[in-house]
C-alpha cells in the first residue's frame, strides 16, 4: 500500500514557474516507476511526465516538453515536477501516480497502481 500526497500547487501569472512535489509513504518507493497527470475540467486526463525507477529515464508529453522536468529524490521517497513557463492552458488538477507494473506504458494512466488527490495549478492571463 502506497500512499501518495501531492503539494506546491497554486495561482500563477503567464510565465510564472511552480514546483509540484508528490510525497510517498512507504519503503518502497523506489520500486515504483512514477507519472504526472493532469486533468482540466470538460477534458480528458492527460500525460504530463514520468520517470523511472532509479530516475535514469524522463519523459513527457508534447505540450510540456521544454518546460517542465521531473526528478525523484529516492531516498525523501519524493517525486517532483518543475513547471517553467508556465501557460493558461497548463491549468488542471496535477495527480502523481505509481506504477507497480512489471509493463510500464508511462503515458497510459492504467498501467499505474496507486494515485495521489491532486494539486490545483492555475495559470491567469
Known amino acids: 500500500q502506497v500512499q501518495l500526497v501531492e503539494s506546491g500547487g497554486g495561482l500563477v501569472q503567464v510565465g510564472g514557474s511552480l514546483r509540484l512535489s508528490c510525497a510517498a509513504s512507504?519503503?518502497?518507493?523506489?520500486?515504483?516507476?512514477m507519472g504526472w497527470f493532469r486533468q482540466a475540467p470538460g477534458k480528458e486526463r492527460e500525460f504530463v511526465a514520468a520517470?523511472?525507477?532509479?530516475?535514469?529515464?524522463?519523459y513527457y508529453g508534447d505540450s510540456v516538453k521544454g518546460r517542465f522536468t521531473i526528478s525523484r529524490d529516492n531516498d525523501k521517497y519524493t517525486v517532483y515536477l518543475q513547471m517553467n513557463s508556465l501557460k493558461p492552458e497548463d491549468t488542471a488538477v496535477y495527480s502523481c501516480?505509481?506504477?507497480?507494473?512489471?509493463?510500464?506504458?508511462?503515458?497510459?494512466?492504467?498501467?499505474?497502481?496507486?494515485w495521489g488527490q491532486g494539486t490545483q495549478v492555475t495559470v491567469s492571463s
Open positions: 501516480a505509481a506504477s507497480k507494473s512489471s509493463i510500464w506504458w508511462y503515458k497510459a494512466s492504467n498501467f499505474y497502481d496507486y
Open positions: 512507504g519503503r518502497t518507493f523506489s520500486t515504483y516507476n
Open positions: 520517470i523511472s525507477r532509479s530516475g535514469s529515464s524522463t
